[in-house]
């Protein structure tokens, strides 16, 4: 079964044209090196919470708003072989391609999908 790369993210409003821009871009690199699928949704509907939320979870400000992310790839070791080259490569370089959010407050991480209909 596939493999998923998830993340949640604050990004500043102002910056919603420059993130779709930014991950148009990284989105072909992530292809190129065997990623199956990039979504990236720009939150709508994400509220508060009283424990525990996305907000909350990015220490989210006024001036921000809570992007869900993830890529699908084929299997763990094409998402492990395809990650590390991503990473090297110069088109994602801070100074090709800078992150327009602060990357201290991402959440992310891998899973194995064990349901998918």
């Not at 102002?14 to 065997?34: D, P, S, T, W």
């Not at 090709?96 to 999908?113: S, W």
Request: net charge negative; with cysteine.
């Amino acid at each position: 079964m596939s493999y998923v790369d998830g993340c949640v993210i604050a990004v500043p409003t102002a910056n919603r044209e420059q993130f779709i821009r930014h991950a148009k871009a990284a989105a072909v690199v992530f292809k190129e090196h065997g990623a199956l699928n990039i979504i990236e949704c720009w939150g709508d509907d994400v509220p508060q919470g009283q424990v525990t939320s996305f907000p909350m979870a990015v220490k989210l400000k006024e001036d921000e708003t809570v992007v869900f992310s993830w890529i699908v790839w084929p299997s763990r070791q094409v998402r492990d072989a395809g990650m590390s080259k991503v990473m090297e490569d110069p088109r994602l370089k801070a100074d090709v391609n800078p992150m327009p959010f602060d990357g201290q407050r991402m959440i992310y991480g891998g899973f194995e999908m064990i349901l998918n209909t």
